[in-house]
């Protein structure tokens, strides 16, 4: 078995891991939340209103100011929807599965015994113990 049949192994593991089915749930609820596509939709409006204004050669500074309140206010009641904080959630575990294990392909790719490395965290959450630890970044 070649490199990128394991690959494909691999991605298929992912697509069955809870970390992805929860993501892909959430994304669905997302999905078919329409408040919360209205308010993204609104969002993208006022971005938009926003490039243009401020892309004048005179900008008027107080429709800028508007906008940017517009865009706050719109951007917090999105993160604040429960659908939005469940996918920025299930999206984080997810991202963080990948990002441990890239670490350890990178590791075994700088000759690192692929049964036993162990990425080092990008939080720095050094345990102070060097023996566990791949170096100090």
């Known amino acids: 078995m070649n490199v990128i049949e394991l690959t494909r192994q691999l991605g298929e593991a992912i697509q069955q891991d809870e970390k992805y089915i929860a993501f892909t749930a959430a994304k669905r609820a997302n999905d078919e939340d329409m408040a919360l ?3 993204i939709g609104k969002l993208n409006l006022v971005q938009m209103a926003y490039q243009n204004e401020s892309g ?3 900008p008027d500074e107080q429709k800028l100011s508007d906008m940017d309140k517009e865009f706050q206010s719109l951007y917090g009641e999105i993160m604040l929807n429960e ?13 963080d599965m990948m990002n441990y294990l890239i670490g350890i392909l990178s590791q075994c790719v700088n000759g690192a015994d692929p049964a036993t490395c162990e990425p080092v965290s990008e939080t720095g959450d050094c345990t102070g113990s060097c023996s566990t630890c ?4």
């Open 37 to 39: 596509n209205a308010l």
């Open 56 to 58: 004048k050669e005179s």
């Open 83 to 95: 659908n939005m904080k469940n996918y920025e959630a299930r999206k984080q575990e997810l991202d």
């Open 134 to 137: 791949g170096g100090c970044g």
